[in-house]
């Protein structure tokens, strides 16, 4: 039989960023060091396949610090812990392994920087998040207002209107926070803030490879997991770019063939948690019904690396 003719536009940059394969490599090297189990405290990166791999490598995750015994190293994940966490930690004498990811560490530092000058802070994140908590958590309660939209810009009743500074969760979406920010500068002109967002390069980068792809397929795939921020809004982004079908799919055995019926054109990315093996195991299953040309769509070209922490390193 045929196969019907198909066109696959693969994003790039897609998959992993530096954050998530620095955290990764944390708990592998962690287990070859001290040996299983090795605990970790909230999924490491929000991808069940990384989860599981991991689990099946001997790591055990948790949900908080007092289900960990305190003779086991554990480990922050790439999200970042608010304040109290390490402190927890430190307190009980573990050891610990902060994965959190740099670019994360950075609006903690932000955060900080500008409660010591005074300033009342105002985040724009999603509610619930963990990155959210994390870094509302580097400050007293009260410190931090929480926005996500722009009505909730015009909800918030700070201390002092002149006395307040911004920093934002990093993987929302570009456009999205550029209106909320623009909200905030016109209700509190002296607010401070970064130059521009604190939406990291991995995020910014995907959602640019989404924004070229979507006009140019009839649907789009984001492999990704369903409490995955950045992968998330690379499935908002393709629908505000008018991609009529955006959906995202933890893997191949999830994508709604039905759907796809009589589509010439498909787009594929995959969030910052999600490995490239995912993105290849969705090819194949596209190969296996369709005659299929690969077309990559290029936007950016990705060399950012970080190094793991210290306690972890040969040369330490
Ligand atoms: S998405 Fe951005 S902030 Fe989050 S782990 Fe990756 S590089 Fe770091």
Redesign the pocket.
């Known amino acids: 039989m045929t196969k019907p003719p198909l066109t696959l536009y693969l994003a790039a940059p897609r998959g992993f ?4 394969d620095r955290a990764i490599k944390i708990v592998e090297m962690a287990i070859e060091k001290w040996g299983a189990p090795i605990y970790v405290r909230h999924e490491i990166v929000h991808n069940k396949f990384v989860v599981d791999s991991l689990r099946d490598k001997g790591a055990v995750f948790v949900e908080e610090l007092d289900e960990c015994p305190v003779d086991r190293p554990v480990i922050f994940s ?1 999200h970042g812990v608010p304040k109290a966490v390490p402190a927890a930690a430190e307190q009980r004498e573990m050891i610990y392994v902060d994965a959190t ?1 740099p ?2 560490s950075k609006v903690h530092i932000e955060a900080e920087r500008h409660h010591k000058n005074g300033l009342q802070m105002v985040m724009i994140g999603h509610a619930g998040h963990p990155e959210t908590i994390g870094t509302m958590g580097q400050l007293p309660d009260g410190e931090v207002l929480l926005v996500e939209t722009v009505e909730d810009v015009a909800r918030i009743q700070p201390r002092d209107p002149e006395r307040l500074a911004f920093i934002t969760q ?2 929302l979406s570009v456009d999205d926070t550029r209106e909320v920010v623009t909200a905030l500068q016109a209700r509190f002109p002296a607010i401070a803030g970064p130059h521009k967002e604190d939406i ?1 390069y ?2 910014t980068n995907r959602q640019e490879a989404v924004k070229a792809i979507a006009p140019k397929v009839e649907a789009l795939l984001v492999i990704g997991a369903p409490n995955s921020s ?1 992968s998330r809004r690379l499935v908002e982004v393709a629908r505000s770019e008018g991609c009529r079908y955006a959906q995202l799919v933890g893997r191949a055995d999830e994508i709604d063939w039905r759907a796809l019926e009589g589509v010439a054109s498909v787009g594929v990315t995959a969030g ?1 948690s999600a490995p490239e093996l995912l993105v290849d195991e969705v090819v194949d299953a596209f190969r296996d019904r369709y005659d299929v040309t690969m077309q990559t769509v290029e936007t950016a070209r990705e060399s950012v690396e970080f190094k793991v922490p210290r306690l972890l390193r040969e040369d330490a």
Do not use: E, F, K
Not at 17 to 20: H, Y
């Open positions: 960023c530096a954050g998530v790439a990811c670019l994360v990093t993987t990291c991995a995020t950045n910052a």
